[in-house]
């Protein structure tokens, strides 16, 4: 047969459950990713929802590990090596059972673009499974809500793909609908900018080591952005669609010039533009760590494209909320894009083995 037959090196892998962190959160964005937030029945109290995080720290484990979780109506879709990682996050009514609310994780006000639809937003508990292979996704999610049924219902699902490998199989930054390189000007993994700005180290102590993470549904027009010229595109948002290089520099990484002037003496990166607004320089150095998920919603023949926005912050009222303000009232996207989901979770630090999930909050 040759060498053409031969199996290619296996590039799959496994990812630890355990860790100090809840180890989806500071990995790359997953392939195949779905959201599920779900609401608690009503007469479920702390202890209840000890014994669902309990039975659900197993069931992350199992799934991260390829195994079946105890009582899997499916076993055989139990697999290694997807590269699966479980997040599990409260949503601010939580905090009214147990105490210990981490400081600003209250719902995000209304922004004047948003047209916000309850079957997009809120919610008690988060659960939201990545991994290589949408079977894998789809598998976790079924065995995890199954196992929340005495205690919470879903109240919405959202399903997203990213795909952050290039062409020659290294890792590149990703792109969303509109085909803009997004996540670029995000702080590095592994980097104190990124630890100062994702893991919560004052407030309550159960918290220390976690994060909030607010998940807007955005849908964007892609019927009216693909009448624009290409450069009109491109001043939207101040980078170029080629490379993601802000439209003062030539590779994606290059810092942004933000005082630089055309020959007709205008800004190069407009006033108004995505990159500018949602720049650190131009928010007193505030950070967040964003995600995107593309998604898209088919209606018969018609179909919704848009974001599935995540952004992780240790405070979602000192960080996010200033930054989402400031582009409600001035950002070019706005006219193209629209906020139709909008829900914000507490995501507990890790566990080690022998431990489960928000043990300190709920043991
Ligand atoms: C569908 C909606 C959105 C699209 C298409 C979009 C797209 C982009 C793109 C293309 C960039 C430049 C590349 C990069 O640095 O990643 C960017 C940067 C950024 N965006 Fe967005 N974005 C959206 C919504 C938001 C929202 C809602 C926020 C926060 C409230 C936000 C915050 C940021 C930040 C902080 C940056 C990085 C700025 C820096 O360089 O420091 N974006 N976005």
Redesign the pocket.
């Known amino acids: 047969m040759g060498t053409d037959s031969a199996p290619e090196a296996p590039v799959r892998r496994s990812i630890s459950p355990y860790g100090e962190h809840q180890p989806g959160i500071a990995g790359p964005t997953p392939k195949h990713a779905e959201l599920v937030a779900l609401k608690l029945r009503s007469g479920v109290d702390k202890a209840g929802l000890g014994r669902l995080m309990r039975l659900w720290s197993g069931d992350v484990v199992a799934l991260a590990e390829g195994r079946p979780a105890p009582g899997d109506t499916a076993p055989e879709l139990a697999v290694a090596n997807v590269a699966l990682t479980t997040t599990i996050g409260f949503g601010p009514r939580v905090f009214q059972l147990t105490g210990h609310k981490p400081p600003g994780l209250d719902d995000l006000p209304v922004m004047k673009h948003d047209r916000l639809d309850p079957a997009w937003s809120g919610g008690d508990l988060l659960v939201m499974v990545g991994a290589d292979d949408a079977v894998s996704v789809v598998h976790a999610v079924r065995r995890l809500v199954a196992d929340a049924k005495p205690f919470a219902s879903p109240l919405w699902r959202q399903t997203g793909f990213w795909n952050s490998t290039g062409a020659d199989g290294r890792p590149v930054t990703g792109r969303?609908l509109?085909g803009?390189?997004?996540?670029?000007?995000?702080p590095a993994v592994g980097t104190p900018e990124l630890d100062r700005t994702v893991w919560s180290s004052d407030g309550p102590d159960w918290f220390h080591g976690g994060t909030t993470l607010v998940v807007?549904r955005?849908r964007?027009n892609l019927d009216t952005w693909d009448e624009l010229t290409r450069s009109e595109q491109e001043r939207a948002?101040g980078?170029k669609l080629s490379t993601?290089a802000p439209l003062t520099g030539t590779a994606e990484h290059d810092e942004?010039d933000l005082q630089a002037r055309d020959a007709d003496g205008r800004l190069v990166i407009a006033e108004n533009s995505?990159?500018r607004l949602?720049?650190?320089s131009e928010n007193d150095g505030r950070?967040?760590f964003?995600k995107g998920l593309n998604y898209v919603q088919d209606n018969g023949p018609t179909r919704e494209s848009?974001?599935i926005?995540l952004?992780h912050q240790a405070d979602v009222a000192g960080q996010?909320l200033p930054?989402?303000a400031r582009?409600d009232a001035a950002d070019a996207?706005n006219e193209w894009?629209t906020t139709i989901g909008s829900a914000v979770f507490a995501l507990p630090p890790g566990f080690q083995p022998g431990s489960w999930l928000a043990h300190k909050l709920l043991g």
């Open positions: 969303n509109f803009q390189v997004d996540g670029t000007g995000n807007r955005i964007m948002v980078r993601g942004l995505h990159a949602s720049h650190h950070r967040i964003r848009g974001l926005f952004s996010f930054l989402l582009l996207l894009t």
